[in-house]
């Protein structure tokens, strides 16, 4: 890298580190009032509607981040997206009683300004109105006192005497005493491109990056982000805020533990936004949690929310929960909106969170402090543990709506991959930290769903399914590499089933040129029973002979298991998977996974226990520090 683009960057020993040690202030200095949130009026990349931000109507309109032209006649709105101020969660969560939300008007004659309000129910309300003939600032006030079910403010704006141009549109309140340092932890693995765009996105919002007292990029990959061009462009923005550190990889959890320790180490007062690498950063979210956590009435885990990257006016989901007894994590809660376009729809009712994932989250530094770093589990359920051990240490967390990244679209990913190691490891793992699993309803469980893959002929999955059961068993030693070892494995031994391989559909290797596609019926009534009538279809070879092609929306267990021979159609719509049946490796799963869960029914309360006993070592600064090589001396 060409250093004298920016920053110089020094090595010591694992990392490289941008500028001079991390300096983070104590505090800052407030504001006499605290900016709550900004007025945009289009998004950060042309993928992105306009109408996420504000909707006009009834005429044309020019737009501009932070400005909106309206022609004589036109009318405008932000009750939208990224536009609304969600008072609901402010008036329940933190010290604010009233909210001032003020604009700069140039006008061309008559214009009407409404600050308008909706209860759980959606319905509306005015809560103030201003009209003017003269450019300049106009100030509305609405008292946060009628929301705390549901309900949010947005203005409204009528052009109706001329033409009629907003700008520096601002949600704010008195700001409290002192203002917290924030840092930004990034962690990436070989998403170079991606990491770097999103460091060039918080430092394309000079009020954000004036927020933020240092970016940690955590790097654990071999495809360095300091190479990339647009690192070098966006080093010299950031300045001596930036700390680029490379470690080996150790996953999600090692990458964004780092961003917590470095921090924790630097100033033991300084919040932590966590932010995945491979997002669609909307630096106003920043902007927001930000304001939002120093205004809570107790240091509170705020997060974003998620919106999908490839089809980005649809939301994730709400706000998410656990049912640890089936160890579940990504359940939504009650009420809350799931895979809902927001162009179309609001989440009106405030909902609350059992954990926060970390596309993007900031952790008080209270958090850090009390309940210590993150458990070494490498990938998947780092978050929601974290977020449980928060919660039963009194702190609580909030996913604060009209605050969002976007990030892929969680069903473009395959179930049948590696990761299924992880996921079926780390939810042991978590719920015995968390809950007092029962050893029979756990088992029974696990049974059934290894049945479904075996049935729906995915050997590789229930392989790599029983491999994290059978870590699970090891106990806390399996965690002593930090799950590189692991990684390795879960990867490798997959390749031993040969339907675990993506093919392109075009060139699969089948022997009919044609093959063709069967639908799929309604779920059965009765799964279980259908469950065992498919394995002893399977196990008799009664199954329909010949190649069968089945969709991505097709591939269920009950389905695919009719079949002898099925082509099905990866998630990603990329290529396709080829599963035959297999009877002896079948029966050779079935009897490992008859052992395995056997074991695990006996051993359950007394690993329960181990893991437990075990938290205070695995989530201690020295055993991190001895992960990363680091010398604490």
């Known amino acids: 890298m060409d250093t004298s683009a920016g920053p110089a960057v020094t090595e010591t020993n694992d990392r490289l580190t941008a500028g001079a040690p991390a300096t983070l202030r104590a505090d800052h200095a407030a504001p006499d009032r605290l900016v709550l949130a900004r007025g945009l009026f289009t998004g950060p990349a042309p993928r992105i509607s306009d109408e996420l931000y504000a909707v006009v109507k009834g005429g044309k309109a020019h737009r501009e981040r932070f400005s909106l032209r309206l022609d004589k006649g036109a009318t405008a709105h932000t009750n939208t997206y990224f536009g609304r101020f969600a008072a609901s969660y402010w008036q329940r969560w933190t010290s604010v009683t009233a909210v001032q939300v003020a604009m700069t008007l140039e006008v ?5 300004v409404r600050l308008a309000a909706s209860d759980i129910a959606g319905h509306r309300r005015v809560a103030a109105t201003a009209q003017t003939s003269e450019s300049g600032r106009v100030v509305l006030t609405a008292a946060l006192d009628m929301f705390i079910d ?24 008195p700001a409290p005493e002192t203002v917290r340092p924030v840092a930004i932890a990034i962690c990436t693995f070989n998403r170079a491109p991606d990491c770097a765009a999103t460091m060039a996105a918080l430092a394309s919002d000079p009020t954000v990056l004036n927020a933020i007292d240092a970016v940690y990029v955590v790097d654990q990959g071999t495809d360095l982000v300091q190479d990339q061009p647009v690192f070098a462009e966006t080093a010299p923005k950031l300045g001596d805020k930036l700390r680029y550190i490379r470690q080996p990889n150790l996953g999600g959890a090692g990458g964004f533990t780092r961003g917590l320790y470095e921090v924790s180490g630097a100033n033991e007062h300084a919040d932590v936004i966590l932010m995945d690498d491979d997002i669609l950063c909307e630096p106003e979210t920043v902007l927001r949690l930000n304001a939002f956590a120093n205004m809570t009435v107790e240091p509170t885990l705020v997060g974003a929310q998620m919106l999908f990257l490839f089809n980005p006016d649809y939301l994730n989901v709400g706000a998410e929960e656990t049912d640890l007894a ?21 989440q009106e009712r405030r909902v609350d969170a059992g954990y926060q994932a970390w596309w993007t989250c900031l952790i008080p530094a209270e958090v850090v402090k009390k309940i210590g770093l993150p458990v070494p589990i490498f990938f998947q359920w780092d978050d929601v543990e974290y977020g449980l051990r928060a919660r039963e240490n009194g702190f609580v967390t909030v996913t604060l709506p009209n605050a969002a990244v976007w990030h892929a679209d969680f069903y473009w990913k395959d179930f049948d991959d590696w990761a299924r190691y992880f996921s079926s490891r780390n939810s042991l793992i978590v719920s015995s930290l968390h809950t007092d699993l029962d050893p029979k309803a756990v088992t029974r469980q696990l049974f059934r769903e290894i049945g479904e893959f075996l049935v729906g002929m995915q050997y590789g999955l229930a392989h790599t399914t029983l491999a994290g059961i059978e870590d699970y068993l090891r106990g806390p030693k399996a965690l002593r590499d930090g799950g590189i070892e692991a990684l390795e494995t879960a990867r490798g031994s997959r390749a031993d089933y040969p339907e675990t391989i993506k093919h392109p559909a075009a060139t699969a290797p089948v022997v009919n040129a044609h093959v063709h596609v069967r639908r799929a019926g309604g779920e059965p009534s009765r799964p279980l029973l259908i469950l065992f009538k498919r394995a002893l279809t399977q196990w008799t070879g009664r199954t329909i002979p010949g190649v069968v092609g089945v969709t991505r929306e097709d591939a269920h267990w009950w389905h695919i298991s009719l079949y002898d021979h099925v082509v099905v159609t990866d998630a990603s719509q990329s290529g396709v998977r080829i599963r035959r049946r297999d009877k002896e490796t079948a029966r050779r799963l079935l009897v490992r996974a008859y052992r395995v869960l056997k074991q695990l029914r006996k051993e359950l309360p007394s690993l329960q226990r181990q893991w437990r006993a075990a938290m205070p070592e695995l989530t201690s600064r020295e055993n991190w520090e001895r992960l990363y090589g680091i010398d604490p001396k």
């Open 108 to 112: 061309g004659g008559k214009t009407k």
């Open 150 to 173: 549901g309900g949010a403010l947005w203005i409204e704006v009528d052009a109706i005497g001329g033409e009629v141009t907003i700008s520096d549109l601002e949600w704010t309140a």
């Open 326 to 346: 089936r160890l579940r994590h990504g359940q939504k809660v009650s009420k809350a909106l799931r895979n809902t376009s927001m162009l179309k729809k609001h």
